[in-house]
C-alpha cells in the first residue's frame, strides 16, 4: 500500500514549456485534489474530483488542467509555465470530501525561469 | 476575504507553555473541520477533526463554534517537537454542489526550550 505518490519530487521549467505532474492513489479514494503552497499563503485549492470522470475548480485554476479517468490518478497539466506557478504542489485524497482524513502526497518541488 | 482565515503567528512559546490557535471561516455552510500539522519540506498530515461538541486528544483540544464561525485549538504543556505549522481546514460546496476542503494559510509555532 504506497499511499498517494507524486512524480516527479523536483522539476525545473522554462517559461512556455508544459507538463504533467502525475498524481497516484491505491486507497480507492474517491476525492483528489491538487494544492500550490506558496510562502505566507498556505494551501492554494487548484482543482478537485469527486470521482472518475468529475472533476471542478478550486480557488486558483487558471494556467492548470485535470482529468480523472479513472478513480487511482488524478493528473495535472500544466499548459504554458510562468514564473508564477513556481510552487511546490501537493496532490491529496481521501475516501470522501465530506468529513474523512486526507492523505498527501510528498510533494512536488517546481521551479519556472 | 479568505474562506478560511488563520493569524500566521510565529508563535514563539517556552517549553510547557499553553498556546491557542484561532480560524475563522466565511461559508456558514460548512460542515466538516479539521486541524492539520506540516512539519517544514513535508507534507500536510491530519492532526484531528473538530466536533460540534469539542474534542480533546491528549494535550490537544478543538473546539468549534459555529455562530461565530469559529475554530480553536489549544495546545497544553507544550514539547519541543510541537513546533511546527497549523492548518486549519473547512469543508466548502463547490460550484457543481460538489465539496471542496479550504486550508488557512496556517500559524506557525516555535517551542523554544
Known amino acids: 500500500n504506497a499511499g498517494v505518490t507524486q512524480t516527479p519530487k523536483f522539476q525545473v521549467l522554462k517559461t512556455g514549456q508544459s507538463m504533467t505532474l502525475q498524481c497516484a492513489q491505491d486507497?480507492?479514494?474517491?476525492?483528489m485534489s491538487w494544492y500550490r503552497q506558496d510562502p505566507g499563503m498556505g494551501l492554494r485549492l487548484i482543482h478537485y474530483?469527486?470521482?472518475?470522470?468529475?472533476?471542478d475548480q478550486g480557488e486558483v485554476p487558471n494556467g492548470y488542467n485535470v482529468s480523472r479517468s479513472t478513480t487511482e490518478d488524478f493528473p495535472l497539466r500544466l499548459l504554458s509555465a510562468a514564473p508564477s506557478q513556481t510552487s511546490v504542489y501537493f496532490c491529496a485524497s481521501s475516501y470522501s470530501w465530506r468529513t474523512y482524513e486526507q492523505y498527501f502526497g510528498p510533494g512536488t518541488r517546481l521551479t519556472v525561469t | 476575504r479568505k474562506e478560511v482565515e488563520q493569524d500566521p503567528g510565529p508563535f514563539n512559546v517556552p517549553e510547557g507553555a499553553t498556546v491557542a490557535f484561532n480560524c475563522t471561516y466565511s461559508?456558514?455552510?460548512?460542515?466538516?473541520f479539521f486541524w492539520y500539522r506540516q512539519d517544514c519540506r513535508k507534507e500536510p498530515k491530519l492532526l484531528m477533526s473538530?466536533?460540534?461538541s469539542g474534542n480533546e486528544d491528549g494535550r490537544f483540544t478543538a473546539q468549534l463554534n459555529r455562530a461565530s464561525q469559529y475554530i480553536s485549538l489549544l495546545i497544553r504543556d507544550s514539547k519541543l517537537s510541537d513546533s511546527a505549522t497549523y492548518l486549519c481546514?473547512?469543508?466548502?460546496?463547490?460550484?457543481?454542489?460538489?465539496?471542496?476542503?479550504?486550508f488557512g494559510q496556517g500559524t506557525t509555532l516555535q517551542v523554544k526550550p
Open positions: 474530483s469527486v470521482g472518475a470522470g468529475i472533476t
Open positions: 473538530v466536533y460540534s
Open positions: 461559508n456558514s455552510a460548512s460542515q466538516s
Open positions: 481546514v473547512v469543508n466548502s460546496r463547490g460550484s457543481s454542489n460538489t465539496g471542496k476542503l479550504i
Open positions: 486507497m480507492n479514494h474517491e476525492y
